[in-house]
């Protein structure tokens, strides 16, 4: 056998056998019993668009889009950074942020408490500006706030996703049963990664980090893309879906229901 075929053997034997993984890999996950279940919508889907297509890449792909509540920063503290295992004492010698990235778990609750908190404060927030409107109507000032605050609840309310991150850890277990509601909590891998923070009044660095969803697509099967859904605009459309969390907590897409 020359050495030529030799290679070419070689190569689709490991094609073969990274495909055989990768099937074997999303049996497994969808094995039951599930993880999760979550029934999101459109705010919490949204669809891509693609730069080589007349059509919407809804077609085939959706997106899971999750937020950080509007009261809490996007930075992790310095001490979930220690427990996720980052080095500290290396944010003297400013090399903290040269850390390779650590796997770990992330907590996404959906319309929960930490939803509802967040909704309530916008409307609050809505019903302080036009209290102020009401002792200063002639002020425009007091009208731009309002205006700001009308467009901010409405936002919170209709549009942004509710999928909202509560917790950040290193045990998927522990953090399940802290958070045991299936429907409601949804545990996915994450990815964090460490940064330095100099946004403080004093501009020092402060060593902080980030931690986002591994995986946000969701690949849509050929037996739920509805006519609507390949029709439809970004902008109009309306849908449910179901999303399952399995073994390994990767997630998939079980149905998908346009809305009239």
């Known amino acids: ?43 919490e889907l949204p669809q891509y668009r693609s730069s080589y297509s007349a059509g919407l890449r809804l077609k085939r792909e959706l997106h899971i889009s999750y937020r950080w509540p509007d009261q809490q920063a996007e930075n992790l503290s310095v001490e979930q950074m220690s427990q996720l295992g980052f080095d500290l004492q290396r944010c003297e010698r400013q090399r903290y942020s040269w850390q390779p990235s650590r796997e770990a778990f992330m907590v996404l609750e959906l319309n929960g408490p930490a939803y509802q908190q967040e909704l309530a404060r916008a409307k609050q927030r809505l019903e302080n500006a036009r209290a102020a409107l009401r002792r200063q109507p002639a002020r425009k000032a007091r009208q731009q706030v309002l205006q700001s605050a009308e467009k901010d609840y ?31 909590y949804a545990i996915v891998p994450a990815v964090v990664e460490a940064r330095l923070d100099y946004s403080a009044a004093d501009h020092q660095a402060q060593c902080t980090g980030y931690a986002r969803m591994a995986n946000t697509q969701l690949s849509v099967p050929l037996a739920l893309r509805q006519p609507g859904l390949a029709s439809a605009t970004a902008q109009d459309l309306n849908f449910t879906a179901q ?11 079980q149905t998908v229901q346009v809305q009239p």
């Open 154 to 184: 409405q936002r919170t309310e209709q549009v942004l996703s509710r999928l909202l991150v509560v917790a950040v850890g290193v045990d998927a277990q522990q953090l399940r049963q802290q958070y045991g509601q299936r429907t409601m």
């Open 1 to 43: 056998m020359s050495g030529r075929r030799r290679y070419l053997l070689l190569s689709i034997s490991l094609i073969v056998a990274l495909n055989a993984w990768l099937l074997g890999s999303v049996w497994w996950n969808r094995q039951e019993p599930v993880d999760s279940q979550l029934q999101l919508s459109q705010r």
């Open 243 to 253: 999303v399952a969390f399995g073994r390994t907590l990767e997630p998939w897409l």
